[in-house]
């Protein structure tokens, strides 16, 4: 069954429907889960389901997990495929994701993926292969690959199993942003396999409103943050003895609020670069201690919004460099 959960996607739900409808492998079940739009994405759908095998659900808007997990709770078939309203899919994304849960395998395999072509907001091509860009392991083989970096397990690119997605207890809802990272981690804790196709099954769309510096993305992060830190106290280590806190979780989350610190810094964003501040503030207390030197070092940068735009258009001082470090 496929899922869509659609905000605001007027300019891309068509397109995005088609490509469902081309498949090789025809979905027993088309869900479009309406979170509130406001620009007649909904109403386009529901024309398209006059003539179509869609279903069409409205809720407030409650940010994508929501719509997800309500998704999945209105249809019954083995084996999901969730797919974002502005993303495609090649016409055998379903067949190829679906051949491995046709064989018995040990563990009981929780989902598939695949790699994806990035293309930009016209739908013209940017990446090909883009998760090759990426130094991520595929599949997933150790907790402390899912926890150092991001995983790069795209829901638009993947096909769970109903069984792993309700083990687990579906999409945490606070989480708008890391939510697909949160989804797989635990699906890979509870002890579900996956295996990964390294050929781009669907084409990931980048635009300005699916900006990773936002607000929303932020908070988003923080809060899978806390979450790991309260499940991995800096006691707990992987075999190599690096701490999962300390040396993984922390240093990834300090990268990527790096990385928002220089964006709202280059945009003159006082409220963004503060916000990066204070995100910093908390991470820094978990940091191993060359990370928290590091950031002692840079802080009277931080802090003042006139000397960081000057370290900006400098390129940063070495050290700040370092710390921010982006993956993204």
């Not at 809720?59 to 249809?75: E, I, K, L, M, W």
């Not at 940068?301 to 400098?314: D, K, Q, T, Y």
């Amino acid at each position: 069954m496929v899922v869509i959960a659609l905000y605001n996607g007027a300019g891309f739900i068509e397109e995005t429907i088609g490509g469902v409808l081309a498949q090789t492998v025809v979905p027993d079940e088309f869900v479009v889960v309406d979170d509130g739009s406001v620009d007649g994405g909904a109403e386009i759908v529901e024309r398209a389901a006059r003539d179509l095998p869609v279903t069409v659900i409205r809720t407030p808007n409650r940010g994508q997990s929501a719509a997800r997990n309500v998704g999945v709770g209105a249809s019954r078939s083995d084996l999901i495929a969730f797919l974002d309203h502005d993303d495609i899919w090649r016409p055998d994304h379903l067949e190829l994701l679906r051949e491995p849960f046709l064989r018995d395998r040990e563990p009981p395999l929780g989902w598939t993926y695949s790699n994806v072509d990035e293309m930009d907001e016209g739908g013209r091509t940017v990446t090909r292969g883009l998760l090759r860009q990426y130094r991520a392991q595929h599949p997933k083989m150790s907790l402390s690959e899912c926890l150092g970096g991001d995983m790069y397990v795209l829901p638009s690119a993947s096909l769970i199993s109903r069984t792993a997605f309700e083990a687990i207890g579906g999409f945490d809802e606070r989480l708008i942003g890391y939510e697909d990272d949160d989804l797989f981690l635990r699906m890979f804790q509870h002890g579900f396999g996956n295996v990964y196709i390294d050929k781009p099954l669907s084409q990931w769309r980048i635009h300005l409103g699916s900006s990773a510096h936002s607000p929303r993305m932020a908070r988003s992060r923080m809060i899978f943050f806390e979450k790991l830190a309260g499940q991995f106290p800096k006691e707990k280590t992987d075999p190599d003895g690096k701490s999962y806190l300390r040396d993984l979780i922390a240093p990834r989350m300090l990268r990527h609020i790096g990385s928002d610190f220089v964006h709202s810094v280059e945009a003159d964003d006082r409220s963004g670069a503060r916000r990066s501040r204070a995100d910093i503030s908390v991470v820094r207390p978990h940091l191993n201690r060359k990370l928290k030197v590091l950031v002692a070092l840079a802080w009277p940068v931080l802090s003042i919004h006139g000397l960081s735009r000057l370290a900006v258009r400098l390129n940063l001082t070495p050290t700040a460099r370092q710390l921010f470090r982006s993956e993204s």
